[in-house]
């Protein structure tokens, strides 16, 4: 799809207008489009960018190669920066890098900091041992809950008697726990341009079981603190006050102008139990049993008795302290954080922008209670111990306001009737956990029995306003925050606006986005393939209260009015803020002819570049595709823009390893720009071998440095 160029403009915010065209006014060398710095891959739909005739897109689409490897643009290479089972110190890299930050303490050296996310059971389980060295007693704990056990066990409470079995579980989740988490080692960009690891007294590695055995427990502020001292309350209590054991399942993140970066906990309800009780004490552990499976690998938490209210939070680190290991910081809230956006303004308060990647999940901004005095003063950190959570409420005239998650705040939930599922899980009282509404007519019986959000929750007030935050999403729920489709990321402008990728806009067990806000191009609900929104705050200030926003629909096939994408997930500016994102689409989906949302015609996931002045402004360009079954994500530049740092995560996660470089041929019905319907024969790789490429090779995460074989910023 071309967007309007004044509405893209618009979109992106004034400054894009006056940006300076400097290298990118780059004319037709090969075929290089004015404003667009590299010649566009080719992908597996035709797209208006391209410019290719009618007659000749069928004969041009009606066959195509998948291929298994990163592929990206003549005159532009990768280099492998870091890659699964690598030594870390004492520790090793972990598994599904994805946010990434690089600081720069010098021209071309500085630390790279990695998120690591989760584990792929497939292919982990099938080269762990290859890998790692080590072999993982599976099939023996498999062996033995297939003769009892139908949907996992509950480890933590294992007797004596069954000691063994609960040691092998212990080992397995360790090593899982091992592999997720914060990562951070020290880079440098060499003669040849290939940057590599100076291994300095700063890389470390910050896992999910930190501070189990090595003391290296993580630190909290806020609150939240007030709960987790507790020594016993309505549920589980783990009885170690304000330490914390690790932090896992580390997906986006976001970087501070003083130089720490923030990690995001997003999906924890994997490993331990989400819902917490009215004083925001924790369910117990045997409500989310361990459960392993040829594709399963949930529940790791429960052997170790973790406490879920715990996870699900935003962790700051600085990269440069040897001995940071992370704090957790409560008034940013409990939810599946997925980015962080900083607005950090000299005399202002600090602002912070974080989604929760749920359907149904809601955007937030926590202002600090002082004022930013220097933006880059590592100092500011503290500003994050005081402050205030607000969840967004978008009106669908295109304004908005920011809703207190505090005691005070009045109960207001969304009526179910206004979302495309009609599902609203709030607050259960008196046992605790959720209840899933799904009628207006509950939500007016809500209502009547609770007035306010300290209605909901118990305690002294610090202590309500600790479980208000634990309890975060759903006592958003309860306040009327706008249930929303899925967003993933929450990034600044350079003129201080917001701006949000939605994924998907489909509705699922956990909620649904909000119909009046959340359509396709023609009112369609529901829209699978992602939106992003631009929000400006009134008068441009970060603690405003109210706000306007703007919406694109730019997720879809070209005919349906799409840009030849799927599902925006990060995205980021280069230094002439043209637009850079890649996409999240299901792994289960991706190649698949049968998917009824037809997520399988757009191929693998990819990287995208939108450029922001000319003639092409608000065009989108195919810059990159990524190896088999993998997500693309963590895009981060060098200040130089010589360097895109890319995270490839989870390639071969359906199939696992690629067997003998098998492939199969598969039938898609396709579309012409103008909607004429052909059929392509695709051949599509079956699993991965992707870093290493030779055959059988077990495919692994890595973290790649993209750059141009001239040594030319990108772009």
């Known amino acids: 799809m071309k967007l309007k160029r004044r509405d893209f403009l618009l979109f992106l915010g004034a400054g894009a207008a006056t940006v300076a065209l400097g290298t990118y006014l780059i004319q037709q060398k090969k075929g290089i489009l004015r404003g667009v710095g590299f010649q566009p891959i080719k992908g597996p739909m035709p797209l208006e960018t391209q410019d290719i005739p009618l007659a000749q897109q069928i004969a041009d689409f009606s066959k195509y190669e998948v291929a298994d490897d990163l592929v990206l643009p003549e005159g ?4 492998i920066v870091g890659v699964w089972g ?10 599904n890098n994805d946010y990434l930050s690089f600081i720069e303490t010098d021209k071309d050296e500085g630390y790279l900091t990695i998120n690591f996310e989760y584990i792929s059971a497939i292919p982990w389980f099938q080269t762990f041992e290859k890998v790692i060295g080590k072999k993982l007693p599976l099939a023996e704990i498999k062996a033995t809950l297939e003769k009892g056990e139908k949907r996992g066990i509950n480890a933590f409470a294992l007797p004596s008697e069954q000691a063994e079995l609960k040691a092998k579980i212990q080992l397995v989740c360790e090593e899982a726990l091992i592999d997720q988490g914060i990562g951070v080692i020290s ?3 060499n003669a040849e341009g290939k940057w590599e690891r100076t291994n300095s007294a700063a890389d470390r590695r910050i896992t999910g079981i930190s501070g189990l055995k090595d003391g290296r427990y993580l630190d909290v502020s806020g609150p939240g603190v007030f709960v987790f001292r507790k020594q016993t309350g309505q549920g589980y209590v783990d009885k170690l006050g304000a330490k914390i054991i690790g932090t896992f399942g580390n997906c986006a993140g976001g970087t501070t102008p003083w130089g720490t970066v923030l990690s995001a906990e997003e999906n924890f309800q994997n490993q331990v139990p989400e819902p917490v009780y009215a004083d925001g004490t924790s369910f117990d552990p045997s409500e989310h049993r361990f459960v392993i499976g040829d594709g399963e690998l949930y529940g790791q938490g429960n052997v170790l008795g973790l406490a879920g209210n715990k996870y699900g939070w935003i962790v700051e680190i600085d990269p440069a302290n040897p001995n940071d290991y992370g704090i957790k910081h409560t008034w940013l809230g409990r939810y599946r954080h997925e980015a962080v956006g900083v607005r950090a303004e000299a005399g202002k308060p600090l602002a912070f922008y974080s989604g929760c990647d749920r359907r149904g999940g809601h955007l937030y901004k926590f202002v600090s209670t002082g004022k930013v005095q220097d933006p880059k003063d590592k100092a500011n950190s503290n500003l994050l111990r005081y402050g205030m959570l607000y969840a967004a409420q978008f009106n669908p005239d295109g304004t908005g306001k920011w809703i207190p998650l505090k005691p005070s705040t009045l109960v207001n939930p969304v009526l ?5 599922g009609r599902l609203l899980p709030l607050p259960k009282r008196p046992e605790g956990g959720i209840y899933k509404a799904k009628s207006d007519a509950e939500i007016a019986k809500f209502k009547q029995k609770f007035k306010t959000l300290g209605d909901l929750y118990t305690g002294t007030p610090e202590e309500k306003q600790g479980a208000i ?11 009327g925050a706008t249930c929303t489709a899925r967003p993933e990321d929450t990034e600044i402008a350079s003129d201080g606006s917001l701006y949000i990728s939605f994924t998907s806009g489909t509705p699922g067990g956990d909620g649904a986005p909000d119909k009046r806000i959340f359509k396709g191009p023609k009112g369609e609900t529901p829209w699978e393939y992602g939106w992003i929104m631009h929000l400006i705050e009134n008068e441009n200030q970060p603690d405003a209260l109210t706000f306007q926003w703007k919406m694109l629909a730019v997720g879809g096939e070209p005919v349906s009015g799409g840009a030849g994408f799927s599902n925006p997930d990060n995205i980021v500016f280069d230094n002439n803020q043209n637009v850079w994102m890649v996409t999240d689409m299901s792994t289960g989906k991706m190649n698949n002819p049968k998917d009824k949302e037809r997520i399988g015609i757009f191929g693998n996931n990819s990287i995208w570049f939108i450029p922001t002045n000319d003639d092409n402004a608000g065009n989108a360009y195919l810059f990159g595709m990524g190896p088999m079954e993998c997500e693309t994500t963590g895009l981060f530049f060098t200040q130089d823009q010589q360097t895109l740092f890319l995270s490839v995560q989870h390639p071969g996660e359906k199939y696992g390893i690629r067997q003998n470089y098998n492939a199969e041929t598969r039938k898609f019905s396709m579309h012409a720009t103008d909607g004429e319907k052909f059929t392509q024969t695709r051949n599509i790789p079956i699993g991965s071998n992707w870093p290493g490429k030779a055959a059988n090779d077990p495919p692994k995460p ?12 990108i772009g």
């Open 187 to 189: 880079i440098r960009k």
């Open 86 to 95: 690598e030594k870390i110190r004492d520790s090793r890299f972990g598994y």
């Open 416 to 420: 179910p009737s206004n979302l495309v």
């Open 76 to 79: 532009y290479t990768y280099d």
């Open 702 to 713: 890595a973290v790649v440095a993209i750059r141009r074989s001239d040594s030319q910023p």
């Open 469 to 479: 935050l634990i309890d975060a999403h759903f006592a958003a729920n309860a306040a």
